[in-house]
């Protein structure tokens, strides 16, 4: 089914206000609010520290090609393509970083490398930026959405086989290539109504469809079948389940739509290993970037320190998170229209 991204347009002041830093629009908080008084120092970005992380992503992509494209036999093959997906699905939680202009000071470098970091996977970085600010805004209200609307329901049923459905997330590829012919047509985009968005999210749109036809004609022209095991069975069958098992515990399970505090609509998994907060780009602290989304990823450590004791939805790892699920413990919460369960 298409996913419908309708929510409401905001304001002129607020759209600014979405990716600012100490005076960010922030979702609905209970309790004595402080974040408009939070140090400057939570906002220090650390554009080094992203560099290394970037360039790690992308080295390790290059080096699986090249492994791939010297044809070694089938198992150093299966773990290069397994790698270069796994970095996919970092990249894009780089991308996230970048969305939210925490990355650099420069809004020009952010845009670039967010749109670098989503190509492998078809994220639209302007399109991920525009869905993906507002479900910051509307996290609690009826109008929550998100841009990666995995689908959660009966992830514990068929033996395992709603949870490689949902993780696989074919649906997602039928509306990326929607929304990829919308902007080949120059036709709008569903949800979108600034002209500004719609024009730069077209023209990453186009990007993406000139690297997938450049691919395809290339691969039909020489037989050669580089990019089928460098990039296109990675994105299906590592980068896709892999990022869907890191969105997963953010909100799965909690009120998203109805319950506008975000110390319990959203999760934390507080004892996640040191690889784990690396490759997730510290998501497992989901709570402390919602409660204050202008926290820049490299800060939102310190700020989970600050809010620790009042967060609610609280997991010891990952994989005792993933337990409950396959065991129905944790359960999608039966809300119509609740984010990221179409």
């Not at 090609?65 to 036999?73: E, M, T």
């Not at 490759?279 to 926290?295: I, R, S």
Request: aromatic share 14%.
């Amino acid at each position: 089914m298409p996913i419908v991204r309708n929510v409401p347009p905001l304001g002129d002041d607020d759209v600014v206000r979405l990716d600012a830093a100490e005076n960010a629009l922030l979702a609905p908080v209970r309790g004595n609010d402080v974040r408009r008084t939070l140090p400057r120092a939570y906002f220090v970005k650390k554009p080094a520290r992203f560099t290394a992380k970037f360039v790690t992503g992308v080295v390790l992509i290059i080096v699986a090609w090249a492994v791939i494209a010297l044809q070694p036999a089938w198992p150093v093959v299966v773990v290069a393509g397994a790698v270069a997906g796994l970095m996919f699905a970092y990249l894009v939680e780089l991308q996230h970083e970048c969305l939210h202009e925490h990355a650099f000071r420069s809004r020009v470098l952010n845009r670039l490398c967010g749109v670098i970091a989503g190509m492998f996977m078809f994220s639209s970085f302007w399109h991920y930026k525009h869905d993906h600010l507002r479900h910051h805004a509307f996290l609690g209200t009826p109008q929550n959405r998100e841009f990666f609307n995995y689908r959660f329901r009966d992830l514990h049923r068929w033996y395992g086989l709603g949870f490689l459905l949902a993780a696989l997330h074919p649906g997602r590829y039928v509306t990326t290539g929607r929304d990829m012919v919308l902007s080949l047509f120059g036709r709008p985009i569903p949800g979108v109504v600034r002209p500004l968005d719609t024009r730069k999210i077209h023209s990453e749109y186009w990007l993406l469809t000139m690297l997938l036809v450049a691919a395809v004609v290339y691969t039909a022209v020489t037989g050669d079948l580089f990019f089928v095991f460098a990039w296109w069975l990675p994105t299906l069958l590592v980068a896709e389940p892999a990022h869907f098992l890191i969105e997963l515990p953010e909100h799965f399970g909690l009120n998203t739509q109805s319950d506008p505090n975000v110390l319990t609509n959203t999760r934390t998994i507080k004892g996640a290993s040191s690889f784990a907060k690396w490759y997730t780009n510290y998501n497992n602290l989901h709570t402390a970037h919602h409660y204050h989304q202008g926290v820049p990823m490299a800060q939102v450590a310190n700020l989970h320190i600050l809010i620790a004791d009042k967060v609610v939805p609280v997991e010891t790892s990952y994989w005792r998170f993933y337990f409950k699920v396959f065991t129905g413990q944790v359960k999608y919460l039966d809300l119509d229209g609740t984010c990221m369960t179409r």
